[in-house]
């Protein structure tokens, strides 16, 4: 009877330790799978996040946003792939696309206990338009009622010739400011110093800038500025576009309108006011902004954001 009783207890005992390493799988599964699981999922929203934006980009400037988004996929993880991506005009100059990817899970653990590998998907949309704000300015104001800026804006697309544009204009353009350039003290702290011009001028103004009045300085271009110049030729960066000054000199309060891309080509900063000038190049291009002002003046640049996250997709919060 107690061999019977042993052989009995035996048995318990395989069950209990059967049982206690079923739990102990089920354990690392949710241990490790789940965390692995997270990672994953975390990679593919990024990279899904990327491509969207990346896209986003394109579009904003008239080119096929939806032929880089497989590559952004990859390159922001490498085991991911494009599910689908679309392009949708909201308006003349907005819309939003979207971007869905797929990267496997491989488990661990939970296939020794019936779950199999499976994939993760995430679907992100960016919208484009014109900004709201930017970020990144150069402290160069133009008058809008400048002749060469005033074709550009007639239909803003593409890169345009060189356009050297003087520091004097009509008194009678831009409510009498004395040039087509104001310097502009873009975080509106006087007075303007010339140690931030050069900084900003150089490597842009890293605070938000929208539409309003804003203080400057409508004094000529200075030669003092010529270092900061050279190092920014050829670059295109964004820059505010004014209809009127109020003020002279350091007093002077700049209406900013919009803002517009601009490739730096030349400079004349010394002799007679009149014969000064910076020689520009207007462009489309995406620039670091707020997105988006759908009742804002076009001049060809664009802010782009992320919109909409899955698991949910409301069109509605991409096209405002």
Known sequence: MRVNGLADESGISVLMVSVSIIALFGSASIAVDLGNLWMTRRHVIV??????????????????????????????????????????????????????????????????????????????????????????LRPFGLCKDDPSFAAWAANPSGISPPARVPYTNNPTDCGGAPGNWGIIDLDDVRPVANDDIKEWTRYGYPGFVRPGHVGGDTGALSNSLDDALAAVRQQRFPIPVFDRVVGEGSNARFHIIGFVGIQLVNWKTTGAEQTRYLEVRFTEMVASGECCDPGATDYGLRAVHICEVDPSFDPAHCQS
């Open 47 to 136: 990279a899904a996040a990327a491509a969207a934006l990346a896209a986003a980009s394109d579009y904003a400037v008239g080119q096929d946003g939806c032929a880089v988004a497989p590559d952004y996929v990859s390159r922001n993880d490498s085991d991911a792939t494009l599910t689908g991506c679309g392009g949708v005009p909201t308006g003349p100059t907005s819309g939003y696309v979207t971007v869905d990817a797929q990267t496997p899970v491989d488990y661990a653990f939970a296939g020794v206990i019936g779950f199999p590998d499976r994939p993760v998907d995430a679907g992100t949309a960016a919208a484009w338009g014109v900004p709201a704000g930017v970020a990144g």
